[in-house]
C-alpha cells in the first residue's frame, strides 16, 4: 500500500454538475499527477502539479483544472460534468528526490448520470 | 493517438508457467518504461521500470527486456502464481517529464491453480 490517499472513494453526479476529488500524497513527495481510467482502459494523464503549479498537461479540456496545496495536497475540479467523464480518477505522487517513480492511491470511481 | 500499444489483452497461463506481455511504442523520445500491476479496486502499483541503457532488468520473478531498435519491450513473470491474477499496464515517459506517463491498454491476466 502506497501512503497515496483519495476522497471520496465513490461518488454519483449528475450531469451538468461540477465535482471535486481530492488526494493526499504520500510523506516527502511534492509532484502530484492525475489520471483518468475508463473502463477497461490504461490511465489517460490529467495534469501534473509541482510546486503549487501546473506543470504538463494531457489532451484534456480546461473544465478540467486542478489545485496544489502547501502541503502537496491536490484537488482534481470537473465542471459541466458530462457522461463520459465517468471513470476512475487516479492519483499518483512523487518524490523530491526527482525519481521517476510514481506512486498511485486507490483512485476515486466517479459516476456521471 | 494510441503511443504504446500492448497485447495481449488477455492472457491465461497454468500455475508455474511463464506470462509474456508485450509492448510497443512509437515516441522515440521515451526513455524510462515502468510496468504496473492493478487489483480490482485498486490504483496500478509500480512493478519494476527500466531505461533504454539496458536490454533487461530482472527483480525476482519479473523481467524487463528491452529492444531499443524495434522499440518494444516485454514483461516476464517467471512461476506465475495464482496471486499475479490482475491486469498488468506498460507505460512510457521522458524521463525529464517522467510522471507524465503515457499507458497501454491493459493485460487481463489469469493464473490457473
Known amino acids: 500500500e502506497t501512503g497515496v490517499t483519495q476522497s471520496p472513494t465513490h461518488l454519483i453526479k449528475t450531469r451538468g454538475q461540477q465535482v471535486t476529488l481530492r488526494c493526499s500524497s504520500q510523506s516527502g513527495h511534492n509532484t502530484v499527477s492525475w489520471y483518468q481510467q475508463a473502463l477497461g482502459q490504461g490511465p489517460q494523464f490529467i495534469f501534473q502539479y509541482y510546486r503549487e503549479e501546473e506543470n504538463g498537461r494531457g489532451n484534456f479540456p480546461p473544465r478540467f483544472s486542478g489545485l496544489q496545496f502547501p502541503n502537496y495536497s491536490s484537488e482534481l475540479n470537473v465542471n459541466a460534468l458530462e457522461l463520459d467523464d465517468s471513470a476512475l480518477y487516479l492519483c499518483a505522487s512523487s518524490p523530491i528526490t526527482g525519481s521517476p517513480e510514481a506512486f498511485f492511491g486507490q483512485g476515486t470511481r466517479l459516476t456521471v448520470v | 493517438q494510441q503511443q504504446v500499444k500492448q497485447s495481449p489483452q488477455s492472457l491465461i497461463v497454468q500455475k508455474g508457467g511463464i506470462s509474456i506481455i508485450n509492448c510497443a511504442y512509437e515516441n522515440t523520445a521515451f526513455d524510462y518504461f515502468p510496468w504496473y500491476q492493478q487489483f480490482p479496486g485498486k490504483g496500478p502499483a509500480l512493478l519494476i521500470a527500466?531505461?533504454?541503457?539496458?536490454s533487461e532488468k530482472k527483480e525476482g520473478r519479473f523481467t524487463i527486456s528491452f529492444n531499443k531498435s524495434a522499440k518494444q519491450f516485454s514483461l516476464h513473470i517467471m512461476d506465475s502464481q495464482p496471486g499475479d491474477s490482475a491486469t498488468y499496464f506498460c507505460a512510457a515517459s521522458k524521463l525529464s517529464s517522467a510522471r507524465q506517463l503515457t499507458f497501454g491498454s491493459g493485460t487481463q491476466l489469469t493464473v490457473l491453480p
Open positions: 527500466i531505461r533504454p541503457d539496458v
